[in-house]
Nanobody, 127 residues
Framework: QVQLQESGPGLVKPSQTLSLTCTVSGGSITTSDYAWSWIRQPPGKGLEWMGIITYDGSTYYSPSLKSRTSISRDTSKNQFSLQLSSVTPEDTAVYYC???????????????????WGQGTQVTVSS
């Protein structure tokens, strides 16, 4: 069974870039069966899908975050990463990495499409 683990700084200053990494075990990020995503949940709000990277490195992003978001991967380490630029306190959230099967419209992913999730990591944006 695929397992995911988020890592990265828990505190980021406003205007800086938030960087997180997801380490995957029990499966390869290059297998065509799966696609890999970042999802977040701000305090008191619902889950928000941010973007996705496929087995061949193609990426799709939420329109509302596209200008600030980048998802990349390191196949040698079986990891994928999130960078969110120009952060504000509104980017404070628990950030999750998650995996879904590749069937369907990946660019229109919703949080309900994802079968396995990491435990989540709290990121606070504050000076």
């Amino acid at each position: 069974q695929v397992q995911l683990q988020e890592s990265g700084p828990g505190l980021v200053k406003p205007s800086q870039t938030l960087s997180l990494t997801c380490t995957v075990s029990g499966g390869s990020i290059t297998t065509s069966d799966y696609a890999w995503s970042w999802i977040r949940q701000p305090p008191g709000k619902g889950l928000e899908w941010m973007g996705i990277i496929t087995y061949d490195g193609s990426t799709y992003y939420s329109p509302s975050l596209k200008s600030r978001t980048s998802i990349s991967r390191d196949t040698s380490k079986n990891q994928f990463s999130l960078q969110l630029s120009s952060v504000t306190p509104e980017d404070t959230a628990v950030y999750y990495c998650a995996v879904r099967v590749t069937a369907g419209n990946l660019a229109r992913s919703t949080v309900h499409d994802f079968g396995s999730w990491g435990q989540g990591t709290q990121v606070t944006v504050s000076s």
